[in-house]
């Protein structure tokens, strides 16, 4: 429910969601390397659009949207859980390295440590696999790109919407998609 994730506590900067000691046991066995970069995770659902136009009747329309309410609401829950259970998903303070960017429609786009961001994306599949709506199954395409904290946020929310649409346009809208991209610097977009 709203009131669960309500409890949680957030990062408030980018600089603080990707810093990390290297000497703390809870980040043992992460590459210095990861200090500093973030994961920018963007999912757009697949042929969402096209099933709510197809509910012509005001009881199809309204039982499409309560169905999508509820399965993202749960997904967050999950997603929120698995973080708050993850030692290296805090900050020394106890605050999630979460930023919610975009939460609307059939978009997400989350940024969160570049430790965290491949089992993000595995636990966000794993949590939406079965995911149907009148036996028709609900699949995402995603972006996920890591960069440094200091990178342009505008630039890498473009970027992971483009690796997104790249299943989208190759019509591969049957089953999950992500693709990703690690930037060493900024000069590739």
Same mark, same amino acid.
Request: hydrophobic fraction near 40%; charge should be negative; include cysteine.
């Given at each position: 429910s709203s009131a669960d994730a309500a409890r949680y506590r957030f990062t408030d900067d980018f600089e603080t969601l990707a810093?990390? =000691?290297?000497?703390?046991?809870d980040y043992a066995g992460l590459s210095r390397n990861l200090d500093g970069k973030i994961a920018v995770f963007?999912?757009?659902?697949?042929?969402?659009?096209?099933?709510?136009?197809?509910?012509?009747?005001?009881?199809?329309?309204q039982?499409?949207?309560?169905k999508i309410k509820a399965l993202r609401?749960?997904?967050?829950?999950?997603?929120?859980?698995? *973080?708050?259970?993850?030692s290296h998903a805090r900050t020394a303070e106890g605050a999630l390295r979460l930023e919610t960017l975009l939460w609307g429609?059939?978009?997400m786009l989350f940024v969160l440590p570049a430790w965290l961001g *491949?089992?993000?994306?595995?636990?966000?599949?794993?949590l939406s696999t079965h995911w149907a709506h009148n036996e028709q199954t609900l699949t995402h395409a995603a972006g996920l790109v890591f960069a440094h904290r200091g990178a342009p946020i505008r630039h890498l929310q473009h970027l992971a919407k483009d690796l997104?649409?790249?299943?989208?346009?190759?019509?591969?809208?049957?089953?999950n998609?992500?693709?990703?991209?690690?930037?060493? =610097?900024?000069?590739?977009?």
């Open positions: 810093a990390f =000691s290297p000497e703390h046991p963007y999912a757009d659902g697949n042929s969402f659009g096209t099933i709510q136009r197809a509910c012509t009747a005001p009881q199809a329309l039982d499409w949207d309560g609401r749960q997904l967050l829950q999950n997603l929120l859980d698995w *973080l708050a259970t993850t429609g059939d978009e *491949l089992e993000f994306a595995r636990r966000f599949f794993a997104a649409q790249r299943a989208k346009d190759d019509n591969d809208k049957d089953r998609t992500l693709a990703w991209l690690v930037l060493e =610097s900024f000069d590739l977009p």
